[in-house]
């Protein structure tokens, strides 16, 4: 079937039908997002190493690697190892725009790292471990041994409020009723929108 998916020609009609009707975007602003990604992604798609370097300008003096890996699992949708225009468009328009219903479920598919449905203490500490080295300074090998201690000690803290049943697992409803709850919490697992 040529020509349904994105080219150097431009967006498919298909594609630009797509996704003014599952994105807040009119048809002038997604233009405008795919002639930037096109000028960052000539191919059309975006490897784990552009975006990472496009996602870590925004945190100069942290390292955002770890979490950019995390990120990208989650925008690549497919699991196909790269970010097309659509899955691109699609999460930014709920980190950006998103209610904070959407952006804590999007969150949520972030945490699980191993998409089994909820969230494990030692997933939990993974993606609050990778939070705090990307918007911290702290890079020096004594401070970094205690910045992982006290992001230990946070992510453990989070679990425990978030396991409202005690079961050692954390739910889509339990993470997403923990946070709706505190607006301190959401600031803290929900990525900055970067691009």
Not at 45 to 55: A, D, G, R, V, W
Not at 75 to 101: A, C, H, Q, R, Y
């Amino acid at each position: 079937k040529m020509g349904a998916h994105s080219s150097k020609e431009g967006l498919s009609q298909e594609d630009m039908a797509f996704l003014e009707r599952n994105t807040r975007y009119d048809k002038a602003t997604i233009c405008d997002f795919y002639k930037g990604f096109m000028a960052d992604c000539p191919e059309g798609k975006l490897s784990p190493t552009t975006f990472c370097q496009i996602y870590s300008k925004c945190f100069p003096t942290g390292n955002a690697k770890e979490f950019c890996d995390h990120v990208f699992r989650t925008f690549d949708t497919d699991k196909n190892g790269e970010i097309d225009f659509k899955e691109f468009l699609l999460s930014i328009d709920v980190t950006s725009s998103g209610t904070p219903e959407e952006k804590l479920n999007w969150a949520f598919s972030m945490y699980d790292v191993d998409g089994n449905g909820w969230i494990d203490l030692e997933e939990m500490t993974k993606l609050v471990g990778s939070i705090y080295k990307m918007i911290g300074t702290h890079q020096t090998q004594t401070h970094l041994a205690k910045y992982e201690a006290e992001a230990k000690e946070r992510a453990k803290g989070i679990f425990k409020r978030m396991d409202i049943n005690n079961d050692g697992k954390v739910t889509k409803e339990e993470f997403t009723k923990t946070c709706l709850e505190d607006e301190n919490l959401i600031d803290l697992l929900t990525p900055p929108s970067a691009i």
